[in-house]
């Protein structure tokens, strides 16, 4: 009993009252109609319960209403666990609802977060098992109802916003006593058939409806495909167990077709991209190569130059091979000069042996300078073979010829030097040969520019 004498505010007085009615129903279940419903920008759900003879308030929490399966409408018949509270600011009664259900569906949804927990505790649902899906894929498998509307959204989907999908079908019912069996078995063969992804999907329903997707022996069939899977099942606000077990969940068929397919259009813009990228890689080498080609071909001799070169160091030997021979004759007398006068020197000593050693030295002095005379003998026949190998007369023999004007003695070096028409002498290793201009082509590249700017 409360003391007549304690006076309370509205707000001690609603809160006692709000404490007192959670003390003593504590969590109860309730049956009742669907009196009126409003779903909030929040996600909240207010409604009211009535039967023939009352009516209650009740709100249900976002995070309590999307595991419900179904959005309640006015008229519906359900049954809720809720608590009995007061809202304080307005003095009113009213339901927190935490679990509801449509009445007549027993305990499925009871069922349903009891696999939940069961399924979660084991790993099932872990986001670390779950497998990235292909960027692009080419061969997707769709398990489904042929006779199903979920099928003909993904078929719409694939044709407008990814027509280069191949896919197959996998039929099987979605609802009913044998759905679970069968999709169990349309999953072993999509996911053993090589396809690069799989779509499970189906439309909207009620928790019934979607129960063959909440089947444990379902949800571990998905969770055990070996193929990235996406299962995209019923409405937005319709999430089965089998969308928990999936490698990406999706909100619709429709959803889950987008998901595993990247537009034509963004393909064609990847690949011409690439394509455009390859070209600029195959220019860039390209010039590169041409680059290594103009600076090998600057190293190179023209036979003419190369030519010029042999007649040049041949010039310069036979310069040379005078001034060798003199100095070795100047050596050579400088040497008999010495030996003379220590001959001279001892005559009177050993005129006899003098003389002999005078001949003998004579005759060897004579021997060496003849083996010096022989040697440079030698090389200068053998310089002069070298220049007969790369003479003119040898480097027409082996093919080249060089090019004059009909009518004068100028040597046709480049294309500039020449037009179409112009009558020319091409010398040969046996003749000459008049040839006409017909047609020039100029060559490009540094060696040609260095040409023009010599000229």
């Known amino acids: 009993m ?6 309370f505010s509205v707000s001690q007085l609603a809160r006692h009252l709000n404490d007192h009615l959670r003390n003593e129903f504590g969590s109860i279940r309730i049956q009742g109609e669907v009196a009126s419903f409003t779903r909030a920008s929040s996600g909240h759900w207010y409604l009211a319960l009535k039967d023939e003879s009352a009516q209650l308030k009740a709100v249900m929490f976002r ?27 307005r003095g009113e009664l009213q339901l927190i609802i935490d679990v509801m259900k449509k009445a007549g569906q027993g305990n499925l949804h009871e069922q349903y977060l009891q696999l939940k927990t069961k399924l979660t505790q084991e790993g099932l649902f872990d986001s670390a098992r779950k497998r990235p899906l292909p960027s692009v894929v080419f061969n997707l498998g769709v398990i489904t109802s042929l006779q199903a509307a979920a099928l003909a959204d993904v078929k719409q989907a694939l044709a407008r916003r990814a027509p280069h999908v191949e896919y197959s079908v996998y039929h099987t019912a979605v609802q009913g006593e044998q759905a679970a069996a069968q999709i169990i078995e349309a999953l072993r063969k999509a996911d053993s058939a090589g396809h690069e992804a799989l779509v499970l999907c189906r439309g909207g329903g009620s928790l019934e409806d979607l129960w063959s997707f909440n089947v444990e022996a379902v949800v571990r069939a998905v969770a055990a495909c070996r193929t990235p899977i996406v299962v995209g099942v019923g409405h937005e606000t319709d999430v089965t167990l089998a969308e928990f077990a999936a490698d990406l969940r999706a909100a619709t068929p429709t ?109 060897g002095l004579l021997a060496a300078q003849r083996r010096n005379i022989a040697a440079l003998d030698s090389r200068v026949d053998s310089l002069g073979s070298v220049v007969e190998a790369v003479s003119p007369q040898r480097t027409l023999e082996r093919g080249y010829a060089f090019l004059q004007p009909q009518h004068g003695n100028a040597v046709v070096r480049s294309v500039l030097d020449v037009q179409t028409g112009d009558a020319l002498r091409a010398t040969v290793a046996d003749g000459e040969i008049l040839v006409n201009v017909l047609e020039k082509t100029e060559l490009r590249g540094p060696f040609n520019e260095d040409v023009k700017n010599s000229r």
């Open 63 to 89: 995070q309590r209403n999307v595991l419900a399966g179904f959005f309640p409408a006015v008229g519906d018949k359900v049954e809720v666990l809720a608590q009995l509270a007061m809202y304080e600011q």
């Open 255 to 363: 959803a889950a077709a987008e998901l595993i397919s990247r537009p034509t259009s963004e393909l064609l813009s990847e690949i011409q991209g690439l394509h455009v990228g390859l070209r600029k890689a195959l220019r860039h080498r390209a010039q590169m190569l041409v680059q290594r080609v103009d600076r090998a071909e600057l190293g190179l001799l023209t036979p003419t130059a190369y030519l010029n070169t042999l007649e040049s160091r041949l010039s310069t030997a036979n310069g040379r091979l005078p001034r060798l021979v003199e100095r070795g004759l100047a050596q050579q007398t400088n040497s008999i000069q010495v030996l003379w006068e220590s001959m001279s020197l001892e005559m009177n000593a050993a005129q006899n042996s003098a003389n002999r050693s005078a001949q003998l030295l004579e005759s």
């Open 2 to 7: 409360i003391d007549l004498k304690t006076v």
